[in-house]
């Protein structure tokens, strides 16, 4: 007989689906449709436990009082009325370990793709059926060898810098957070202020979290820093870079190019000025999700919520800045 109630937001269909089946013997799933109004999700959630989201109003919260743990099956948690939820006495925990090696495989992709002129490349073979035509224009380089810049040295952060090692490339960081000496060592990593990363690197690549301090931290004069060759990755979130004053960096040719999973709308608007650009390349924030990301994911959260309502202290519990 299940022992536990949790809630999973999602819409009905195949991500939910599996959810529910990778769920323990003693847990109930509660499928909960974020489309629901608020009095309506409430209802659903009035006994759980706990719930799996990244997003969730206060005052359905305020309904549930029996909720001791919002988990989210992703890095991301800006969607959450943090300080809020937690003044309610309600932890939250994210889940960055879950994806961080889909990310990073997502970003070396994006720099290979960059660098090489892969989308060009596509396009004038694929679509317009050409043999190399056209693609004098476009400049091929290798990333080995390169500077590369990255800004926020967690989980996915280190995972990035781990993969950089085969590619012998010399990769600078900036973080809030002291790297241990054996750490950098172990990744080939060095320490630098920001404004000397962007001013240094072939290629600067953002993996921070979504909170007051980073949104709009790459912006007109991060950009200016820039050098007019470089490329700019951001698989974090959307937001952090200012959109606008990238539109004009690409446009003005401040800087080569950018490789973006995430916008500052998503899904954006079929009318953003930066599709019309040829030197971006647009993912639909797809670096997370993947077969082996979405288990772990999955594993953790259940393990998760199993270790706090046991009373057991969980883990990767986020706090306030």
């Known amino acids: 007989m299940p022992t536990a109630k949790v809630a999973f937001f999602s819409p009905p269909g195949e991500r939910a689906d599996f959810m529910i089946s990778e769920a323990p013997d003693d847990v109930e799933i509660v499928l909960v449709d974020p489309s629901l109004s608020d009095d309506e999700q409430a209802a659903l959630c009035r006994d759980v436990s706990a719930m799996i989201t990244s997003k969730v109003s206060v005052d359905v919260l305020k309904q549930c009082p029996n909720v001791k743990i919002i988990q989210t099956l992703s890095a991301g948690y800006d969607m959450l009325d943090l300080a809020a939820i937690l003044e309610m006495g309600i932890l939250v925990a ?46 091929v380089k290798e990333i080995t060898d390169k500077t590369i810049g990255i800004v926020g040295m967690g989980r996915i952060g280190k995972q990035v810098a781990k993969r950089l090692k085969g590619f012998d490339t010399k990769t600078i960081y900036c973080d809030v957070v002291d790297i241990p000496q054996e750490v950098q060592e172990e990744l080939n990593v060095q320490p ?19 909170t007051r301090r980073t949104r709009g931290m790459i912006s007109d004069r991060e950009l200016e820093m820039m050098k007019p060759d470089a490329f700019l990755v951001n698989c ?17 040719h401040k800087i080569a190019a950018a490789g973006l999973d995430v916008l500052e709308v998503e899904p954006t608007p079929v009318d953003n000025p930066l599709f019309d650009l040829d030197n971006v390349v647009i993912t639909p924030h797809m670096a ?29 519990l986020v706090t306030p800045e």
């Open 192 to 210: 630098v202020e920001l404004d000397e990363l962007l001013r240094e690197s072939d290629i600067v690549t953002l993996h921070v979290p979504l």
């Open 288 to 316: 997370g999700p993947g077969e082996e990301s979405t288990q772990r994911a999955a594993d953790f959260a259940y393990y998760n919520i199993a270790k706090l309502l046991s009373g057991e202290e969980a883990e990767s």
């Open 236 to 252: 974090c979130r959307g937001p952090v870079v200012d959109e606008a004053a990238l539109h004009r960096a690409l446009s003005q």
């Open 94 to 139: 994210n889940n960055g370990g879950a994806n961080a090696i889909a990310v990073s495989e997502h970003t070396i992709a994006m720099m290979i793709s960059l660098s090489g002129n892969l989308w060009h490349q596509y396009d004038l073979t694929m679509k317009q059926k050409t043999w190399k035509t056209g693609m004098d224009k476009y400049r």
